[in-house]
């Protein structure tokens, strides 16, 4: 028995030994870098983002210390540090209560926020990393690992921060204390933080945490009560800058808000809110900055649920507004009432740019009331009331005050498919507007003193336009006669007496306006957006008559696209006038002429389609720097054949196309404006003048604000003078599309003008620009000949220093008569009363890197010969030289010369008078020296 005995008690001691030693040894693995390490892989398989840490230290009574703890996850742009962890409980402790985690001590937390997760937070209610939480949970059938957890939370000094671009502080929440525990899923917790090392920010409250771990952030329970003492609002303003057009500004905050939420979708809250001393600049207000000393905010009852807001009241005041609103919302339904008043004096002088206020007002009275009660439900409604009384002040010195009140109303309802207007109601000093009714016996009726209401109106705001008149307005809808089905609307605006400005300039001359139109549509065309549609208008101005037809129904299963006609009678001169002062192009040329024109064809949502055109324009001209153009009759049409029986359906000529692509691309070959996209596609353009013609096979413009950018075309241009038998040009060119900028280039060698008489529109247009004797020096006559062998010009301003062309003019037939510069220039060589003659028939010039350079220049002056050489800018300057003999000038100068700068612009050549005297002098001195030498034997 004893030898067994004694195995047991070896047996025993060795058990006790090794678990003496595995227990001293048990602290010192589990510290150790693979234990660690083993840890850490096993954590960073389960979370998303990274979880690394320097070191630890475990011991079985002393707590769990770890150093530089940091957990990243860069695609959800968070970061958090923390230098020093630790808990309270050692190994022991945990093996006993593994639950219990003790109290953990978290020293200096830095929590780091991008940009992009703040702004996704902003904008969505939620962060990447809500939307993709990891674990089991209830989800996976076991509990949350904080469902049983037991812990004490401490930390001190932390920080959370956004930095960006790598300098802007935007967000900076510094001295951050947390006081939390944890227990059966309920954190209670006292966090307080000073926002940008100011303001004091304290919340106190509990999180019930959700049942399983999965979308943990949408199902949070949160119960906090939120206190915010003297918060200066710069850096917070500034953070809402960067991430809008909100303005940035300064002042203080002070609130007191307790807030209810279960995730993100339902947030009940009360409390209120005090700004004070605020002043903004930027963003929206542009170059306003208005400042307000006091800004009160407080909501009762207010409630989040999903994307509905409901509050049982929100009152807002400041300096410029009160008001007061309730709003509750229910499944299907939602009901708003309000009430306020803005001060206008304040309102005018806090955004007066904003709101255009005339510089040459002060408002000093006046108060807009309003009330608005708004509800959404299967039977919707509105009722809005806005009235302002008394408005006084002063205006260019002047005291003004409007006794008569400014108000609007407006009730309406729907019940059912049946809307009805019950009142609608405009008045003013210078405007009564009212109608009432519904679709079938709706009336609307106005009349506007033209003359006061833009006088007064733009005694307030900024208005460019003024004028007079008396507008009257008329609408009525019933049922359409002998059509019970249809529902029609008849529409009438007279103006008598009508005259517009704009900048005081005359942009309407005393006259009747009229407009009328007639719709006529089925009585389900609202609630259905479907059916036969028939429209008409006639418009009567000064520009002249306007008449259209449009027809055609609307189905759900093809883009509506009714059927057009139009007739219009428009005076040029009026028209050119009114774009000029409209402000469309600060260089729009004079047009003058009567035209009238014929279309017919598609209009779709965004733009129409030009099937048919022919316009004709008697007495047309174009003005434009100095430059007129006159045809005493144009014909303008668009060559386009369809099968007229079938309006809806159009057969078109068979067109061959080498390049699919290219062919769907210009619309398939359809003539088009696009308003949507600001596009132009024409094809197969004629124009027919008595003398000059044009055809545009194709011309595409992209976007007409830009329209060299992407341009594509293919035109030609022919003149024939009327009454010449011979002569005339014919110019063919096109553009590259593939270029950043529209290019004008031509293919081959072209023979552009034969034997055209000059004149000086064609001096100005084709010869003075190239050369400065043709049009500066000299006037030109007679007939001129134009080859182009090559042309490739960039369109848009400033684009001609990269043209490069080769232009050929045969001058043969053409006569010189000096004008004042080249007399003056002549005069000092005796030869200011010869005539001029070109001693070679043709020219040659070439285009390229922003300069023009032509052959060397022979003319005949009497018997002298002088050369002209050099080159004109792009931009019109000169750096030409004329080299004029002296021999008639200078005796014994025979072959001498004087070589003469010409600079200045090509309009107005200029040369040095005194330079000029100075070289002959020099050379007649020269040549006394040489005489007297010879006289004298030397």
Known sequence: MKPIYGKKRYLVLVLVSVFIVVAALTPFLLSSPPALQYFLNSVNKKIPGRLSIDSWLIGWQQGVLCRNVVYSAPEKGITVSIPSLASNRGLLELMLAPKNLGTVHVDSPLVELSRRSIQEFIANGKTTAAETGKGSGAAGGEAPVWDQVVMEMKARGGQVRSVWDDQDFIIALTNVSVDSTLAAGIASYDIG??????????????????????????????????????????????????????????GVMKADVQIKATGLDHIEF??????????????????DQPSFRQFHLAVEQGRRTGSEWSFKELELVSDTLHMKVSRETAPGKMQLTGQGTINLPVLFDQIPRLLKVNESVFVETGFLDFTVDLERSPNPSIKFKAKADTIGGIFEDQRFSWESPVSLLFNGEKNGAESRVSALQFDAPFARVK?????????????????????????????????????????????AENEDNRLQIDAALDIDDFILRRHDKPVAPLHMFSLNGELRIPNTFFDHGTGEMDLQVVLSSWLGEFFLVMNGERSGDRPFRPYYTTDVEIDLDQLSTLLATSAVSDKWPVIGGAMQLQAAGFAGETGGEIRD????????????????????????????????EVPFLSVRELEVAADKDRFFRYDASRNMVDFSERKIILHNVRLQGESVSASVDRLVVPDWREPFQGMDSQFSLSQKPAGMDEGGFEFVVGTDPAADTAVVKTSGSNQTLT??????????????????LFGGLAQPTGLVDVRLDSLWWPMGEGKGDEADFVVIFDVGEIHLESKNQLKDLLALFGLEKETLQLRDNNLYCIGKQGRIKCSPVRVLVGDAEIVLSGFVGMDGSLAYEIDVPVNGKIRGAAGAGVKVAVKGTTEEPTFDREAVESKIQGLADQAANETTNKNNGT
């Open 270 to 287: 009360s409390g209120l809110t005090e700004l004070s001393d605020v002043s903004l600049h930027g963003g929206f207000l542009g170059d």
């Open 193 to 250: 933080f000073r926002a940008m090392d100011q303001g004091f920010v304290e919340a106190v409250g509990t999180l019930n945490l959700p049942v399983h771990e999965r979308g943990w952030l949408e199902t949070i329970i949160v119960d906090a009560a939120v206190k915010v003492s003297s918060l200066p609002l710069e850096d917070v303003l500034r953070a809402g800058a960067a991430l809008s057009s909100f303005p940035q500004g300064k």
């Open 755 to 772: 034997g055209l008489k000059l004149s000086d529109p064609l001096v100005a247009l084709l010869l003075s620009w190239t050369h400065p």
């Open 613 to 644: 055109l022919s316009a004709e324009v008697i007495n047309f001209a174009v003005q434009d720097s100095g430059t007129v153009f006159a045809e005493p009759r144009i014909h303008l049409q668009v060559m386009q054949p369809v099968n007229e």
């Open 435 to 479: 109608g009432s009714g519904d679709l079938y016996s709706f009336v609307l009726d106005g009349e506007v003193d033209i003359d006061r209401a833009l006088s007064d109106v733009g005694m307030l705001f900024q208005i460019d336009w003024s004028g007079a008149g008396s507008m009257a307005l008329l609408i009525k809808s019933g049922l």
